[in-house]
């Protein structure tokens, strides 16, 4: 393996666990690319589509500084507060895992890029020291917990599983989906209840993003048609 190969499977390795990571698995399919740039912008503005595809370097010196900083925060985190709901339960174990194990791997990443040439290095460090300098994670942790868009794209991100195996006939069910998880939260189920226009107004938003993103649902299918032949009269 060359080593830029080597970079990259180094910097894909962090903030995996041990297990196959059916979210992210290579290779990503257009919708979910569209996804995850626009999470990511949401985050860091000023990366490009062409960073995923042409620039992997940049966009994996965010990625790192992005991970390195919500090790620090994660360490701050008392998991033993969260709501006792199955929903939160794999978000613990993701806080648990990002505390423990992560540093590692962003230091491995980062030892596999000093290896790089000269001009890739200097885009994954570039990358990574503007990511720290403008603490990324910290305003990311901000956005997610008032921003619409980030939590519809990591909701998406996170159903690609049952997307890509067509367990989703509609933007509609899975609209459904997203707010079973949204409404778990306390506090949101009541407000929703209570406020039509804003759940109406969500729902805009996440058919907007589905369509323009190209999210690629199973569909219902066209109904069969009749092949009984009619009788004819004389």
């Known amino acids: 393996m060359d080593k830029r190969g080597e970079f990259l499977r180094m910097a894909d390795e962090v903030a995996k666990d041990s297990e196959p990571d059916p979210w992210t698995a290579e290779p990503w399919p257009d919708w979910f690319q569209n996804v995850v740039l626009r999470l990511t912008r949401v985050f860091i503005p ?9 620039n992997r370097e940049r ?10 900083q919500l090790v620090e925060e994660a360490r701050k985190v008392d ?42 290095s200097a885009e994954v460090f570039a990358a990574f020291a503007k990511g720290l300098k403008k603490h990324t994670a910290d305003f990311a942790i901000k ?35 997203f707010m079973k ?20 107004s969500l729902e805009q938003h996440f058919r907007k993003i589905c369509t323009t993103d190209k999210v690629k649902l199973a569909g219902r299918g066209q109904p069969k048609r009749n092949k009984t032949k009619a009788v004819r009269t004389r």
């Open 79 to 120: 998991t033993t507060k969260f709501p006792e709901n199955p929903v939160f339960e794999w978000l613990k174990s993701v806080v648990e895992n990002i505390a423990t194990v992560e540093a590692p791997k962003i230091q491995a990443a980062l030892h596999a890029a000093i290896a790089l040439p000269t001009a890739e």
């Open 46 to 54: 000023t990366l490009k589509r062409e960073d995923l595809k042409k």
């Open 181 to 200: 998880i949204k409404e778990a939260v306390p506090g949101q189920k009541e407000f929703f209840r209570n406020n039509a226009d804003a759940r109406r």
């Open 143 to 177: 956005r997610m917990a008032d921003n619409q868009t980030a939590q519809i794209c990591l909701f998406l991100i996170f159903a690609r599983p049952s997307i890509e195996a067509k367990k989703v006939p509609t933007v509609t069910v899975l609209f459904e989906k």
């Open 59 to 68: 966009f994996e010196g965010y990625g790192l500084a992005f991970v390195s």
